[in-house]
């Protein structure tokens, strides 16, 4: 008998920017996946010409959700080239800003959108259907107010420090270009406690002390069973949910993960490789590897780029934006990272693994990377980062300097890396003759929603739902989990013309 397959092509909403994912299904499976960035756009030719600095102002709008990590990203390049050591007040204020973004971006994804697929028709007649729409009801649910009201809160940290957010830009070469006061501090270390209680209570619903004893998938069950308190938070009913429906079993992919590294400890500022909180590395088929720059690469064969040969590093890249026929088969406006030229995927998950969390490592190693590691990876995040923050705005000294000056922005190439909300980000840049001459971004969503690549090898999460069942391909709710566990942000990925350049051909999608 022959296979009959048939090909699906799905909006995804509730991402930023848009995105479409193309599946070819036989006898109810994914067999095959194309995933679109449909929306065009392009910081990189925008910034070329223009003063170093201005990098600073614009690449903030690349994206409202995570521009704090942009802005990180441009300073740190501008750092880089300036040869300068920030003081550890800017170290602080950076790390603090990046986390409260983090805490913001984190809950509400969780939380607005891939918790709200619970309430889907198709699970109408489960058992947890009743509770998950009294929680995640749009603009209704008791869930939805609560992180509404608390992620509000969590980002007045960078409104405090940076003036305003989103798209700030208090960050400059050299350190920031604010400082606080002791009644700053105050300010900001109550909206860290007010975030903390509400995470401990109905996110985690324990202490952070007793979710950091959690290194197994053992301690996990015994956490979950251990109280009713636990089973009806955010993270309870998730795995609850997660549970019915099996989503351990979805979402696989090359298991390989990558971490840029992010939150330099202050102990070791200025040392030549300076721990942090998330560790940069590259964990590949279960295997810890050290993170290397230089081996980063993007393609172009399946983009709507101007095709050059194999991967070009970021410094050589090229954003020539070209449509073409159906013998090049381009069918996205992002181009595909890589690294050792293979897919990696990035985001929490990643840090988790890369930073040797045993937890992390240990479901991966009995289940491999799945929508409910990735996940679970989002929703805990700021279990990690709280600490943190209470740490680290007692040692901010407003008497100290936040800024080391520098005269002009000479010659040369840099780069800032750091993690947005959904991983690792990149910026490139080259200063020749005063001015922006090559500007180069990797953002997360570049990574884990990549086409394929000059191998044709898929992107990691057109890898993660071959072999999905869908049901009903009309709602195919599975595939959605599964890439809402990467938290897709598809503005960021994708790029615009030069202003003189003119679209020759129109692109039906």
């Not at 990558?258 to 330099?264: A, H, N, V």
């Not at 400890?265 to 030549?272: A, I, R, V």
């Not at 990691?460 to 869908?470: K, N, Q, R, Y």
């Not at 566990?485 to 999608?509: I, W």
Request: neutral net charge.
């Amino acid at each position: 008998m022959t296979d009959k397959k048939s090909k699906i092509t799905i909006p995804l909403n509730r991402v930023e920017g848009d995105l479409e994912l193309t599946l070819e299904l036989g006898e109810g499976i994914v067999t095959d996946s194309w995933s679109r960035g449909v929306m065009y756009r392009g910081f990189e030719n925008m910034l070329k010409g223009r003063a170093p600095k201005d990098g600073l102002v614009l690449t903030p709008r690349v994206c409202g959700i995570c521009g704090t990590a942009h802005l990180l990203a441009a300073a740190k390049a501008l750092d880089m080239i300036s040869q300068v050591r920030i003081p550890v007040n800017a170290l602080l204020v950076r790390n603090l800003t990046s986390m409260a973004e983090h805490l913001q971006s984190d809950m509400r994804q969780a939380i607005l959108m891939f918790m709200k697929d619970f309430i889907n028709p198709a699970y109408r007649r489960q058992p947890f259907f009743k509770e998950a729409l009294k929680r995640y009801d749009p603009f209704k649910g008791s869930s939805v107010l609560q992180a509404i009201t608390s992620t509000k809160q969590i980002v007045e940290i960078i409104a405090i420090i940076g003036g305003q957010w989103p798209l700030s830009s208090f960050m400059v070469p050299g350190g920031v270009a604010s400082t606080m006061t002791q009644d700053d501090i105050i300010s900001c270390r109550y909206i860290v406690s007010q975030f903390k209680t509400w995470y401990e209570k109905k996110v985690l619903g324990c202490s952070l002390q007793r979710w950091a004893a959690i290194k197994t998938s053992d301690d996990l069950e015994r956490w979950y069973d251990e109280s009713e308190s636990h089973r009806h938070a955010e993270i309870g009913f998730f795995l609850s949910c997660a549970r019915v429906l099996n989503l351990e079993k979805t979402g696989k992919g090359y298991k390989n993960f990558l971490s840029f590294g992010q939150f330099e400890l202050p102990e070791d500022h200025g040392s030549d490789t300076p721990r942090m909180v998330f560790a940069p590395g590259f964990y590949s088929q279960g295997i810890l590897d050290s993170f290397n720059q230089q081996l980063i690469s993007e393609h172009v064969t399946h983009s709507c780029f101007e095709d050059y040969a194999g991967g070009l590093h970021p410094f050589m890249g090229e954003t020539t934006p070209f449509i073409g026929g159906p013998e090049h088969f381009k069918y996205s406006f992002a181009k595909a990272p890589r690294y050792q030229d293979k897919p990696a995927e990035t985001g929490p998950l990643a840090e988790m693994l890369c930073s040797n969390q045993p937890l992390f490592v240990d479901l991966l190693a009995k289940q491999g990377g799945n929508t409910v590691a990735r996940q679970l990876a989002r929703f805990s995040r700021a279990a990690v980062l709280l600490p943190y923050m209470e740490k680290w705005l007692g040692m901010i000294d407003p008497a100290d300097t936040f800024y080391t000056p520098i005269p002009f922005i000479p010659d040369g190439k840099g780069y800032g890396l750091t993690s947005g909300s959904r991983g690792a980000l990149g910026h490139w840049v080259v200063i020749e003759d005063g001015e922006i001459s090559k500007y180069q971004i990797i953002t997360p969503t570049s990574w884990n929603g990549s086409p394929r690549d000059s191998s044709h090898a898929r992107g990691p999460w057109e890898e993660a739902v071959i072999g999905t069942e869908v049901d009903e391909p009309e709602n195919p709710v599975t595939v959605g989990h599964i890439i809402r566990s990467f938290d897709p942000c598809q503005v960021c990925s994708v790029h615009t013309l030069q202003k003189d350049k003119g679209l020759k051909t129109r692109y039906r999608v």
